[in-house]
């Protein structure tokens, strides 16, 4: 059985929880129950809080925990990154008042910062040479500037919605943060075994994130231009049809190029598309 540490609430819980249900991984929530057994896979969930979770695998009482990278930066505990997930995407950034005027980094200089990072912090201001103050808060550290508390904060941002609504304003992005699954460095190899299990159903869900199945039918004289145009993964499936001048081409698309790439297709003669949403995808 592989345990994994899991954020309790908020997004994080949420995009992960997501994840396991996309990798077909069948867990139960509640909010009475810290410790949660999948009913097909041999995992079991422990649910903690953000900042316990590094100490968690390090220590062995979880084999593995999604985190936020920030946490991971925090915390510096003895473990190893076993994959980027994506998701739960945000910034720690610096932020001061809204009316005043910002000349750049040396503003700093002998001012009291805000925060619940202050390693992070104190490791980016002794790079930069810069003398401030570290007030360490757990909570609403926003509030801090409002209250006199502090001249200026150092805080996670993910919409800027959260500092607009306190008279704030991002001054200096000090990194860039997302959900990290790591693991403890002393996996057994049975763990091990079911660990690679699960990075695998993980990677089939990532494959197919933003991808899109396409089928066309496109004139057997164009199948060359219209091959050339496509970026699939190694060679479209090309099928006959009853009518000897035309064929069926299957394909994989990135939403990204998506609207661009059917619009030259278009062009070149290809009808009938139909798209579908990818749910897995195994390279």
């Known amino acids: 059985m592989l345990r994994i540490a899991v954020q309790s609430k908020g997004r994080l819980f949420e995009d992960t929880m997501n994840l396991l249900a996309e990798a077909d991984i069948k867990v139960t ?11 097909n896979f041999p995992l079991e969930v422990l649910y903690l809080r953000d900042d316990d979770i590094p100490q968690s695998v390090a220590t062995g009482v979880t084999d593995i925990g999604v985190v936020g990278e920030n946490e991971y930066a925090e915390r510096e505990e003895d473990v190893r990154i076993i994959d980027r997930l994506g998701f739960s995407k945000c910034r720690l950034s610096l932020a001061i008042p809204k009316e005043i ?14 925060t619940s990072y202050p390693h992070i912090l104190k490791k980016f201001m002794d790079s930069q040479q810069i003398n401030a103050e570290i007030h360490v808060i757990t909570g609403s550290v926003e509030i801090s500037p409002g209250i006199g508390l502090a001249d200026g904060i150092f805080d996670i941002v993910s919409s800027g919605s959260t500092l607009v609504s306190n008279n704030l304003r991002e001054v200096e992005v000090v990194m860039k943060s997302e959900a990290l699954l790591i693991g403890n460095k002393q996996l057994c190899e049975e763990k091990q075994a079911i660990l690679d299990q699960l990075i695998f159903r993980i990677q089939a869900v990532k494959n197919a994130e933003d991808k899109k199945y396409v089928r066309m039918n496109v004139p057997k004289r164009q199948l060359e231009a219209i091959i050339n145009v496509l970026p699939g993964l190694k060679s479209p499936t090309v099928i006959p049809l009853a009518d000897d001048e035309w064929c069926c081409v299957h394909t994989v698309l990135d939403q990204k190029r998506f609207w661009d790439i059917i619009g030259k297709l278009k062009e070149l003669g290809a009808q009938g598309i139909l798209v579908t949403p990818i749910e897995k995808m195994i390279l």
Do not use: H, M
């Open 29 to 39: 929530t509640s909010k009475r129950t810290l410790l949660v057994q999948s009913s």
């Open 101 to 114: 005027n910002y000349p750049g980094l040396e503003w700093f200089n002998n001012k009291k910062i805000a």
